[in-house]
């Protein structure tokens, strides 16, 4: 089974720190994306790649950067966290075509104070 | 604009019964669809998909119709049971593309 696993389940930052949120997956998955979690506003796409190095807006994602320098690993970066970053962030992983849909990691809950 | 619609965030049934959960697209272009179910505090879970080649698949407990023509599809759960409480989420796909698609999600609550 693929795993996808998120460094941290739970993160406590304060504004205007930079925050790190890593993921690793272990199955040699093409695309790997970040997601945000709120109540009443689902899953919202933050940033996705689809190979090492490249890298592709979703639909919210002023605010946050991410880096792939290994395919394996995608990283989210809050250049300056503020509270209304505070969420729970998912990222998955997935096979080149989208049909297969997506393993997702257990989740980061971050909370911004 | 939203592709994917969950109209109805929550969705109360009894242990036994049958849990109906509804999902309506627009892109006519979408061609994959697939259910997740995500506990509290985890990550979502691959449920169940089913092509649009399709109109039915099943899976145990769980099947999802689609209706092509109404761009509607639909789990139905039976007989529900207390652990399938979560939120479900409905996604769609377009041939090719690498993202899905995902609806805001319906909270399922089967009471015993």
Known sequence: ?113 | DQQVKQNSPSLSVQEGRISILNCDYTNSMFDYFLWYKKYPAEGPTFLISISSIKDKNEDGRFTVFLNKSAKHLSLHIVPSQPGDSAVYFCAASKGGSEKLVFGKGTKLTVNP
């Open chain 1, 1 to 113: 089974d693929v795993k996808v696993t998120q460094s941290s389940r739970y993160l406590v930052k304060r504004t205007g720190e930079k925050v790190f949120l890593e993921c690793v997956q272990d199955m040699d998955h093409e695309n790997m994306f970040w997601y945000r979690q709120d109540p009443g506003l689902g899953l919202r796409l933050i940033y996705f790649s689809y190979d090492v190095k490249m890298k592709e807006k979703g639909d919210i994602p002023e605010g946050y950067s991410v880096s792939r320098e290994k395919k394996e690993r995608f990283s989210l970066i809050l250049e300056s966290a503020s509270t209304n970053q505070t969420s729970m962030y998912l990222c998955a992983s997935s096979l080149s075509a989208s049909g297969y849909g997506y393993t997702f990691g257990s989740g980061t809950r971050l909370t911004v104070v």
